[in-house]
């Protein structure tokens, strides 16, 4: 997971644009209310929880028409905790 984390400069420069393909990332909120209740806490938790939101947004950001929703209410299973996210997203999608 470490190379994913910090690979944020190689996905903007590198990876190819989608042009305006409609894209949406739908991610959890970063920074969890009680770090301590995953058994992970400091700094370093915290540094992690802030890149892999950064990589969210540059992969949202591959189109002109991309979008990033953050699930406030989410953990690592989106799709079952804020399912309306999901068919929000698929509404907007197809509503173009």
Request: proline share 6%; hydrophobic share 45%; charged share 20%.
């Amino acid at each position: 997971m470490h190379a994913l984390l910090t690979a944020g400069p190689v996905v903007r420069e590198h990876a190819p644009g989608l042009g305006d393909l409609p894209r949406t990332v739908i991610t959890r909120a970063a920074y969890q209310p009680d770090p301590a209740a995953s058994g992970r806490t400091g700094a370093g938790t915290a540094a992690a929880l802030k890149l892999w939101a950064d990589r969210q947004a540059d992969l949202a950001g591959l189109s002109t028409r991309g979008t990033l929703v953050i699930a406030e209410h989410a953990g690592h299973h989106v799709h079952s905790d804020e399912p309306e996210q999901i068919i929000r997203a698929v509404r907007q999608i197809i509503a173009g």
